[in-house]
């Protein structure tokens, strides 16, 4: 299944916001429901910048820390939590600060593959996490790359414009991290309401 261009998914995604804050208001215990919307506002966070990007992933990680306590072992909430608080990790400037929230995110990758041990994209969570201090360094020495990629440029085109051949290499990284992360959780939500068969938003005209 394709994901459609950026103004497609932004649309989708605020459709799929609104449906999960109704089906919210039914069920508040649904952890499925919440972890489909912490998903959803993880997603929407890459259309915005600063305060606004930060809010919205502080908001995701509130849904999905509400999603465990009704099922701790549920390992797609935990995967969730982990990219959530990757992304918390890369609006942070300080990279001290910052690796407290990537030592969150390994620790819910770790969980959620210890409960799903032939998850291939839990296990590539783990391998990417390890590289994103490096990443987070590279961004912000580069002023701004960071708020680029995080709301919703391709990264590696973001990288390459700064700097030619010489950031070929955090380009790579940059487009590893960011761009898998973002398509991951975009699949896994797109996926989530397709099968929750919620109505497709209306076409733009």
């Known amino acids: 299944m394709e994901l459609p261009n950026d103004f497609d998914r932004l649309l989708?995604?605020?459709?799929?916001?609104?449906?999960?804050?109704?089906?919210?208001?039914?069920?508040?215990?649904?952890?499925?429901?919440?972890?489909?919307?912490?998903?959803?506002?993880?997603?929407?966070?890459?259309?915005?910048?600063?305060?606004?990007?930060?809010?919205?992933?502080?908001?995701?990680?509130?849904?999905l820390e509400k999603a465990l306590v009704i099922d701790p072992s549920k390992h797609d909430a935990l995967w969730?939590?982990?990219?959530?608080?990757?992304?918390?990790?890369?609006?942070?400037?300080?990279?001290?600060?910052?690796?407290?929230?990537?030592?969150?995110a390994t620790q819910h990758f770790e969980q959620a593959f210890e409960l799903e041990p032939t998850n291939e994209l839990y296990k590539k969570s783990l391998e990417v996490t390890s590289k994103a201090p490096e990443l987070h360094v590279e961004i912000h020495k580069h002023g701004g790359l960071g708020q680029q990629a995080m709301a919703g440029a391709p990264a590696?085109?973001?990288?390459?414009?700064?700097?030619?051949?010489?950031t070929s290499k955090s380009s790579d990284l940059n487009y590893d991290i960011f761009g898998w992360v973002i398509l991951a959780v975009g699949i896994i939500a797109w996926v989530g309401f397709a099968k929750s068969n919620m109505p497709p938003p209306p076409p733009p005209r």
């Open 12 to 63: 989708f995604f605020e459709h799929a916001r609104r449906t999960a804050e109704a089906t919210y208001a039914k069920n508040p215990s649904d952890a499925d429901n919440l972890t489909r919307w912490g998903g959803v506002l993880l997603e929407l966070s890459q259309f915005q910048n600063g305060p606004e990007s930060k809010e919205m992933v502080q908001d995701a990680i509130d849904k």
């Open 80 to 104: 969730c939590l982990g990219n959530a608080y990757t992304s918390s990790a890369f609006l942070i400037p300080e990279l001290e600060e910052a690796r407290v929230y990537f030592d969150k």
């Open 156 to 166: 590696s085109s973001s990288a390459s414009t700064k700097q030619s051949t010489k």
